[in-house]
């Protein structure tokens, strides 16, 4: 078992910067693969970034990439994801997520969701 907590939402303008964290606690943080979800206004849950449990593997949903990265500290027990050039249509909440196997929701953990807002 993992908990799971999202910090570092907020309102940016487009253009701007966030850097969402996600805290951590179990005794098998390493041996999960990450990742972040967000949910837009009248839309579903859509996976945004994922790494591998080691971090030497990063997946990224076509519309961020090369503006967002997901990393993680195993040691810190935290998964990151930096939101660069911020695009209204970023706007939604981000969840943080990990699965020991696959993703699917019956083998997910979920953290409760921060809202970013990209509005000027």
């Known amino acids: 078992q993992v908990q799971l907590v999202e910090s570092g939402g907020g309102l940016v303008e487009p253009g701007g910067s966030l850097r969402l964290s996600c805290a951590a606690s179990g005794r098998t943080f390493s041996s999960y693969a990450m990742g972040w979800f967000r949910q837009a206004p009248g839309k579903g849950r859509e996976l945004v970034a994922a790494i591998s449990s080691s971090g030497g593997i990063t997946n990224y949903v076509d519309s961020v990439k090369g503006r967002f990265t997901i990393s993680r500290d195993n040691a810190k027990n935290t998964v990151y994801l930096q939101m660069n050039s911020l695009k209204p249509e970023d706007t939604g909440v981000y969840y943080c997520?990990?699965?020991?196997?696959?993703?699917?929701?019956?083998?997910?953990?979920w953290g409760q969701g921060t809202q970013v807002t990209v509005s000027s």
């Open positions: 997520a990990g699965t020991t196997t696959t993703w699917s929701s019956q083998n997910m953990y």
